[in-house]
């Protein structure tokens, strides 16, 4: 396998950070973007990207500006605006590139889930299959879903402020990105997707829990959709019991893997 790292510029004028993993052969090519929190590296971004590495996919995968990776840009700073044209941005780079495939898949977590949602409901003929991970899914859903004490705080003091659990940093959060959730619901648009869709949410999931993610695909027009309930894990795959990875993370690998096997060409 091949990796590759490039450096674009996107429409804020922020550096933006972009890995391309080539297996030896490639039959396939995947996007696929991290959670609020997150970047390129988290566990479970390899883990998805092992599955479609597993499956002959050139896998490009970048950090989304005021995220925790190598791009540009504050956490404190993140909207939803900001993820969504981040991944608008690196498949307008994409197309550009000469291994870019028409037939495009979709895959992200949490943030990036509904990022690649918003972006498969409008431009639906470019996406082969969508693999969206356990999406927010509106301001109510999440409101709903989230500790109103810790909620009414967040919106008070302007920010949210703890320990990243992936860099062992204080990370503070503006609560302008929630705020900026009222203007990206999926659920309106969700009869556009009708390209074969995996989800995959554990049963500890807080912030996107199960309940939710049901909504959505019930609202999801394709005939070929599923989701997967992973039992022991939380948001991020972690294991619920130690609230750290563990063996239970391959779960994820194997069900995505499993799961594009089923719709290889």
């Known amino acids: 396998m091949n990796s590759h790292k490039y450096v674009i510029t996107n429409r804020n004028g922020l550096k933006l950070v972009i890995q391309v993993d ?33 499956n002959s996919y050139r896998v490009v995968r970048f950090d989304a500006t005021h995220s925790q990776g190598e791009s540009e840009g504050k956490l404190e700073d993140i909207t939803y605006d900001t993820h969504i044209s981040d991944l608008e941005d690196v498949i307008v780079w994409a197309k550009d590139q000469p291994w870019f495939d028409a037939q495009l898949a979709l895959c992200g977590h949490s943030m990036g889930a509904q990022a690649a949602v918003w972006y ?26 989230e500790n109103s ?34 203007k990206f619901d999926i659920l309106p648009f969700a009869s556009r997707l009708t390209m074969p869709v995996l989800n995959i949410v554990g049963d500890h999931d807080i912030p996107c829990p199960v309940a939710n993610q049901e909504v959505f695909m019930q609202k999801i027009a394709s005939s070929d959709k599923q989701l ?24 994820v690998t194997d069900e995505i893997d499993n799961w594009l096997k089923a719709h290889e060409n």
């Open 228 to 251: 997967v309930v992973l039992p022991g894990l939380e948001h991020s795959y972690r294991d619920f019991d130690t609230n750290e990875y563990s063996n239970k993370l391959q779960q």
């Open 149 to 182: 004490e810790t909620t009414q705080d967040w919106k008070k003091q302007g920010y949210i402020q703890n320990r990243s659990r992936s860099t062992g940093k204080i990370v503070r959060v503006g609560w302008q990105v929630n705020e900026s959730l009222k």
């Open 22 to 54: 080539e297996p030896d052969v490639c039959k396939g090519l995947v996007l696929i973007e991290h959670g609020q929190r997150g970047s390129k590296t988290d566990q479970h971004i390899q883990a998805f990207a092992d599955a479609f590495l597993n």
């Open 120 to 145: 498969a409901e409008r431009h639906p003929s470019e996406i082969s299959l969508l693999l969206p991970m356990a999406p927010t899914i509106n301001y109510d859903l999440w409101e709903k879903a």
